[in-house]
């Protein structure tokens, strides 16, 4: 059982007003709010060991070099990497997939096959398009359902031995949609695909074992669980990442340089070319340390609770249609009411104090399918309440109102 009252206090910014009413922030999805003890964190490193990494022989330099290498010690252990150095710090999900996206590059040719799922945010889509420019491969798409589930019975039929690569979103960012990974990573290497996990929805609700689910590549980022923005991870089998060529060339990433030739270092910093985003690290390692406390367990079954209660609140309003509705799904709502905009409910709800995400959720395909363009996504995290659910329910009917 959580205390919520008790978690809320660690979130400074649910304390603030917007417009005159009290902050309901129900746009988890797009980004987590920050607890103070990663803020601390983060002020603590600018206050009092500020220095560039893995370089400096001086005291500040080496608590920050140890500071950044504990905090990839944690994220290793979190996801249950074999090696630290199979964890790569990236700036984000974004990065990670176009890192593996452009390692790729030289190990595909015409003819070769990848496969994404309908369900994917644009981040995993656009990438491997640019990868099939480069190459010549062909990209194919694993449909959805109605209820917004992938439909297996056609991966099947798409995989063969041309499969090079699969990519797939572990939790869809549009409609919630908890994917089944551990058939569709299987199905992946029985043709010896390699497979790519986008886990930047799943990482705030459900705590991956990389190893367990033999997944080749998983990628997140730290500001969907409550860390920074501008920092997250790739994980990376040994071998893929040995086989991979770097992404981006510059310090940090090489062991020698002369103009004739450069070497590059080992793993991780093969990937890590630059000064990366210490503090964001750091503060990514406490961040996990601080889901951990809550516990990943925890904070799943009270986000269902949440999940079920709001739609059976949102069921009742007349003509508000809900998308995505799998078996399988996280603590997101994807609903329209009517024909009225997505973009005026939220402008009305904003007025009201309510943070709700409007539009395609950077998920063009999937508002295709239904034929719309965008949705309004309520979404939340283990520090909201229903007693906020309920306040959202009534100001959405008001704005209902206005606008009918
Ligand atoms: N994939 C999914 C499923 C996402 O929800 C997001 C963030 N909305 C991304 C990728 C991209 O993450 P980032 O912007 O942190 O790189």
Redesign the pocket.
């Known amino acids: 059982m959580l205390n919520v009252s008790e978690i809320r206090k660690d979130f400074p910014i649910l304390n603030r007003k917007v417009n005159g009413k009290p902050l309901i922030y129900f746009d988890n999805?797009?980004?987590s709010q920050t607890p103070q003890q990663v803020i601390d964190v983060i002020v603590d490193y600018y206050s009092n060991y500020n220095a560039n990494i893995h370089r400096g022989v001086h005291s500040l330099s080496q608590e920050a070099t140890d500071a950044y290498e504990q905090a990839r010690l944690k994220i290793q252990k979190h996801f249950n990497a074999k090696h630290p150095y199979e964890v790569i710090f990236t700036?984000?999900?974004?990065?990670?997939?176009n890192l593996v996206a452009n390692g790729f590059s030289s190990l595909l040719k015409k003819g070769d096959e990848i496969i994404v799922s309908a369900l994917?945010?644009h981040?995993?889509i656009v990438p491997w398009q640019m990868l099939c420019e480069r190459t010549g491969a062909s990209l194919k798409v694993i449909p959805m359902n109605e209820s917004g589930e992938l439909i297996l019975s056609k991966y099947d039929t798409l995989l063969n031995e041309n499969t090079k690569l699969v990519f797939v979103?572990h939790?869809?960012?549009a409609l919630g949609t908890i994917n089944p990974i551990e058939t569709i990573i299987e199905k992946a290497h029985k043709v010896g695909a390699a497979i790519l996990v986008?886990g930047?929805?799943s990482c705030p609700h459900i705590k991956p074992d990389v190893q367990k689910l033999d997944v080749d590549f998983y990628?997140c980022?730290a500001?969907?669980l409550c860390g920074p923005?501008g920092v997250?991870m790739l994980y990376g089998k040994e071998d893929w990442l040995k086989k991979l060529p770097p992404y981006q060339g510059g310090g940090e990433m090489i062991a020698e340089v002369t103009f004739e030739k450069t070497t590059y270092a080992d793993l991780p910093h093969k990937f890590e070319a630059g000064t990366p985003n210490i503090s964001g690290g750091i503060a990514f390692g406490a961040a996990i340390d601080y889901m951990n406390s809550i516990g990943f367990d925890n904070i799943a079954a009270y986000e269902h609770e949440l999940l079920d209660y709001a739609t059976q609140q949102l069921q009742q309003i007349e003509g508000l249609k809900i998308y995505g509705t799998a078996k399988e799904k996280t603590s997101v709502i994807s609903f329209n009411v009517g024909t009225i905009h997505p973009y005026d409910v939220g402008t009305i709800l904003d007025k009201m104090g309510i943070a709700v995400r409007t539009g395609h959720?950077?998920a063009q395909p999937i508002m295709d399918f239904y034929k719309i363009p965008g949705t309004i996504r309520a979404s939340f995290m283990f520090y909201n309440t229903k007693e906020e659910i309920d306040t959202f329910v009534a100001a959405l009917k008001k704005a209902i109102m206005m606008l009918s």
């Open positions: 999805a797009a980004t700036s984000g999900t974004t990065h990670g997939i994917e945010h981040s995993n979103n939790i869809s960012n986008d930047a929805q990628v980022s500001h969907k923005t997250g959720h950077c």
